[in-house]
């Protein structure tokens, strides 16, 4: 099956209902996408898909043969994306667990709404837990996320 990640074409041999966190991680390497809960309900295992944030523990790797998939790792290769940027800055990571989940969720709303309102942070972030509960950073580093992309 072909798949396009992180702007590269890959042939990867799986079957059409594993899971695309699987492929990720497994047979592909791509460790920074985690498993949370396994039933799309943590947004640890969040990706793109064709720019929009997708569940990839309860995605068959055959609904996204064709598409645009981009993990963690495909978001910038240096940490140059304004939402990296801004999580460090504020220093947002306390375990780091659901962090990967996190910035995939703030990078597409950042996409599609520039300057977001702590409404629309929170409803574009709601499918993310964050056992830490550093929700108040989070929210902090859209807003520090979205000036940078500004400049």
Same mark, same amino acid.
């Given at each position: 099956?072909?798949?396009?990640?992180?702007?590269? $074409? @890959?042939?990867?041999?799986?079957?059409?209902?594993?899971?695309?966190?699987?492929?990720?991680?497994?047979?592909?390497?791509?460790?920074?996408? *985690?498993?949370?809960?396994? /039933?799309?309900?943590?947004?640890?295992?969040?990706?793109?898909?064709?720019?929009? %944030?997708?569940?990839?523990?309860?995605? &068959?790797?055959?609904?996204?043969?064709? *598409?645009? /998939?981009?993990? /963690?790792?495909?978001?910038?290769?240096?940490?140059?994306?304004?939402?990296?940027?801004?999580?460090?800055?504020?220093?947002?990571?306390?375990?780091?667990?659901?962090?990967?989940?996190?910035?995939?969720?703030?990078?597409?709303?950042?996409?599609?709404?520039?300057? &977001?309102? $702590?409404?629309?942070? $929170?409803?574009?972030?709601?499918?993310? /837990?964050?056992?830490?509960?550093?929700? %108040?950073?989070?929210?902090?580093?859209? @807003?520090?996320?979205? $000036?940078?992309? *500004?400049?």
């Amino acid at each position: 099956m072909k798949l396009n990640v992180n702007g590269t $074409d @890959h042939e990867v041999a799986a079957p059409p209902e594993m899971p695309l966190l699987w492929v990720l991680r497994d047979l592909m390497g791509l460790t920074g996408t *985690k498993f949370g809960c396994g /039933i799309a309900q943590c947004g640890a295992c969040t990706v793109h898909i064709d720019g929009a %944030p997708l569940r990839a523990c309860v995605t &068959p790797v055959a609904a996204v043969a064709g *598409k645009k /998939i981009t993990t /963690i790792e495909g978001l910038s290769t240096d940490g140059s994306h304004p939402v990296q940027q801004a999580w460090t800055e504020l220093d947002v990571v306390q375990c780091g667990y659901c962090q990967s989940g996190q910035i995939m969720s703030a990078a597409a709303l950042l996409a599609k709404v520039p300057t &977001p309102s $702590d409404t629309d942070i $929170d409803q574009a972030m709601s499918g993310n /837990i964050c056992r830490c509960g550093t929700y %108040p950073r989070i929210r902090a580093a859209v @807003h520090r996320a979205a $000036d940078i992309g *500004k400049a």
